[in-house]
Every structure is written in C-alpha cells, then in structure tokens.
C-alpha cells in the first residue's frame, strides 16, 4: 500500500483556501521573501538543481524556460499561469486552486521576480466558474497583506495577477492559443517559433506554466533545489498529482513520487470497482494512450512512460474494465477531437474526421484489413503534419490501441466479413 508525498497539495483540508493569514501560518510567502532576498539568477539556479519539469504535459524544464524570459531584453513581461485544464477526466489543477490558491499565486511571482515580469494572469477553464469567487477573495486578502500588488512584502519589487476566463475550448489550453485568447482573439495556436518566453502575450516575453507546475515553486525556495531533487527519479523529480477516473474503487487526486509503479498505484486505490475485470488504461487523457492490463508494471515518470511507448501526460488514469468496449472508446475520443478541432490546418480539421469515419466502418462490420494500415498512415501524418499538439497526438488513443488491443480490430473486421 502507498502512502502520498503531498509537496503540491501540502495545505489541501488544512487551511482556508481565501485566507492568506492561513497559508502563512503553513509557512507560505516565507519563500517568496526568501526569493527576494537573492538575486535573480541564483533563483534560476535553485530551480535547476531541483530539476523541475512542466507538469502541464510537456515536461519542459522550468529553469531553462525562465532563463530564456529572464535574459530576452524587453521593458515588459508577463507571467502566465495555465489553469485551462481541458483535459477529460483531469482534475487536479482545479483542486489545486480551490484548495490552496495563495501556493500557485507564490509560484507566480516567484517566477515573476526571477524573469523580470511585473503582471501576471491567471487563465482559468471557463467550465470552473465556481473556482473564481475563490480566486478573487484569494487575491484581495493576498493583496491587503501586501503579499501581492506594489512593493510586496516591503520590497521594491511589484507583482499583481489578475484571473481571465477561458475560452472554452480544448485548445485555449496549448499555450499560444491561449495568449491568442488573452488577447481578445479566437483561440487559436501560432506557430513556433518564436516561443513565448521570447514572444508571448502582446509579442513580449512571457512564461507560460501549468498550475501543478506553480504550486511545487514556493517549497523548492524554501525547502531547496537539492532537497527536491531526491524525491522521484533522476531525470523527473519531485512529485506527480494524478487524477483516478474510470471503474477504480477510489477515483480523485492523489500525490506520488515520480516513478511510482502503476500497479501499485492502481492496487493502493482498491482496483476495479465492483468485481469486473481489468481490462487496460487511458493514461494521461484523452491525447494520451490506451494500454491493456498486461503493461500495468510502468513507472509513472515522464521518460520511462516516453521509453514504454505510454504517456504520462496530465497524469491522469482512467481504468477501464472488462464492460467496456475499446472499439467505442476510440470512438468517443475522435468525436471529442473533431468538436474541439480549431480547424486552422487541414490534416487535423480533415484527418479526424476521416480516422473516425474509418472507426464507424469497422465497428459497423464493413471494415477491410487495409483499414489498420490506412488508420496507421493517416495518424503518422497527422502527428507531422498538424500544427499543434491537438492535432499531433489526437489519434494517439487509436495507435495504442492498435498495437495493444489489435485483437478487438481484427475480430470487428472478421465478424463482419462472416455476417
Ligand atoms: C491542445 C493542447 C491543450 C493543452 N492544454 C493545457 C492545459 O489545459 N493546461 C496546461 O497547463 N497545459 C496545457 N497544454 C500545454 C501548454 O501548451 C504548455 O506546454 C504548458 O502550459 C506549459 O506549462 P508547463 O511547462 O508548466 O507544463 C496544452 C497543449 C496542447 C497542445
Ligand atoms: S492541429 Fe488542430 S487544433 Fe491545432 S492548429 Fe491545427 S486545426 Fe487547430
């Protein structure tokens, strides 16, 4: 049985969420003043020995992105913290935020003091309309005791954050879409580069962070990067929040040292519910893969999920049991990405639709072998040719599910042939 490293949800259920008198009482804004107190290049350095990586699916070094905005010359910088979370089934920024804001909002003007950036904002998921009364009482209790705002903490330096409301789409989620949406347009990806760090919000330098990724900040300043970088493996450190959905005894969110075993984690939260059998996983969402329960022994870092041809994504997992069909899985997965599909490049606004017509032709008993090389060829393209990460990796389920349930596609397609 596992038992939670809580680094990120340090404070859930112990404190008030709008209180910042709370979250100082748990320490919290002492590493913000500690930051301060250092010079900016030796906060980018605490960061790197601490080794942290996005947690918003990427896994992007932390110090190196901030580098690049600390040292692109500009009067103005911004810090963006990425609470979209569109994800299906992912949940645990939205807990995060709701729990402990005040931790996220510290990892943002760190952040902001060490790139050179007075304003930041907040992207939250337009589907999370109760998360920002919270936020907004958060900020102004953060902000009266000169945590936030001008000359916090008696310093010169100056920080606020103010909290937008996602585009609701999918795709507000990729970070350029995202800025693109800040700015008052459609949400729709750029090209890159140049990267936001260099050119973000309104052509300035700007980081863009996931929330998960905010939230470990404050304690790696306080705790230190070396501390950090014990926990986990070697080259993915620190923690990972999952999120549980599925058939699972006991779905939400969790925390655990990068590198923790599937099965473990899977066993801890009691399998699957009810008795049926285990039939595979969804890991890190619906861009993400599809593997049977033959593969549950993969530890759950980003480059052993890389090197197992898995993904670890958001870090959510979505159990499925034996009750569910794969065939309709995939399915379900390719309509969602035609509906969020922004339509700007061709082979994801065409080749989703066509992967999904396919799909309906072999559950529907009319389809032909030739059909899973066609289905192999056309998400190879589509993970060239598409601009953005939706496109890229929106039939990455099907792949997976190609190599790791081949059997439910061969047996459609024989079905058929005998009817
Ligand atoms: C289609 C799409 C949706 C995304 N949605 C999110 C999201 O909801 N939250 C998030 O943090 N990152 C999301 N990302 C990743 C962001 O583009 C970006 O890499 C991330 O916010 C960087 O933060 P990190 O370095 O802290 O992980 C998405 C990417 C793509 C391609
Ligand atoms: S890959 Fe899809 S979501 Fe991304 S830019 Fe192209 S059409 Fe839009």
């Known amino acids: 049985m596992l038992s939670e490293t809580r680094i990120v949800l340090r404070n859930l259920g112990r404190i008030d969420p709008v209180s910042v008198q709370d979250y100082q009482k748990q320490g919290g804004y002492g590493p913000l003043r500690k930051?301060?107190?250092?010079?900016?290049?030796?906060?980018?350095a605490e960061m790197k020995r601490s080794g942290l990586r996005g947690r918003g699916g990427a896994g992007f070094p932390v110090w190196k992105k901030w580098s690049f905005t600390a040292s692109a010359q500009s009067g103005q910088k911004y810090v963006i913290c990425n609470a979209d979370e569109g994800e299906p089934g992912t949940n645990k920024d939205r807990v995060i935020l709701s729990g402990d804001p005040n931790s996220v909002f510290e990892g943002m003007a760190i952040a902001a003091y060490a790139v050179g950036a007075d304003r930041g904002f907040l992207y939250l998921r337009r589907e999370y309309p109760y998360v920002a009364p919270i936020?907004?009482?958060a900020l102004e209790n953060a902000r009266a005791e000169g945590c936030l705002g001008k000359n916090i903490l008696g310093s010169s330096f100056s920080f606020d954050i103010e909290v937008i409301s996602g585009g609701g789409a999918y795709v507000c989620g990729e970070e350029t879409a995202l800025i693109e949406s800040i700015e008052g347009r459609r949400g729709e990806p750029r090209f890159k580069p140049p990267y936001p760090g260099v050119s973000g919000l309104y052509g300035r330098p700007t980081v863009v962070n996931n929330v998960e990724?905010?939230?470990?900040?404050?304690?790696i300043l306080q705790r230190g990067g070396?501390?950090?970088?014990?926990?986990?493996?070697p080259n993915c450190t620190g923690t990972k929040v999952f999120?549980?959905?599925g058939n699972i005894t006991q779905k939400g969110v969790f925390e655990y040292p990068m590198g923790t075993n599937l099965r473990d984690i899977y066993e801890t939260h009691g399998g699957v519910k009810d008795n049926f059998d285990l039939r595979g996983f969804m890991l890190g969402g619906q861009s993400g893969n599809l593997i049977n329960a033959g593969q549950m022994d993969l530890s759950m870092d980003i480059d052993s999920c890389q090197q197992a041809e898995s993904v670890l994504g958001t870090g959510t997992i979505m159990v499925i049991d034996d009750r569910n069909d794969i065939l309709d899985i995939v399915q379900n997965i390719m309509s969602f990405f035609i509906e969020e599909s922004c339509g700007k490049c061709t082979p994801c606004r065409e080749g989703n639709i066509r992967i999904l017509e396919i799909l309906r032709r072999i559950s529907g008993g009319e389809g032909r072998m030739e059909d899973l090389t066609l289905l192999e060829d056309l998400a190879g393209m589509m993970n060239v040719a598409c601009l953005c990460g939706l496109g890229q990796n929106s039939s990455v389920a099907v792949i997976t599910s190609l190599h790791n349930f081949r059997e439910v596609y061969v047996k459609a397609i024989e079905r058929g042939r005998r009817a």
């Open 135 to 137: 936020l907004d009482q």
């Open 243 to 245: 999120t549980l959905c």
């Open 35 to 44: 930051a301060l107190s250092m010079k900016t290049e030796e906060v980018i």
């Open 226 to 233: 070396e501390w950090f970088s014990g926990i986990g493996v």
């Open 213 to 219: 990724t905010l939230a470990n900040v404050p304690v």
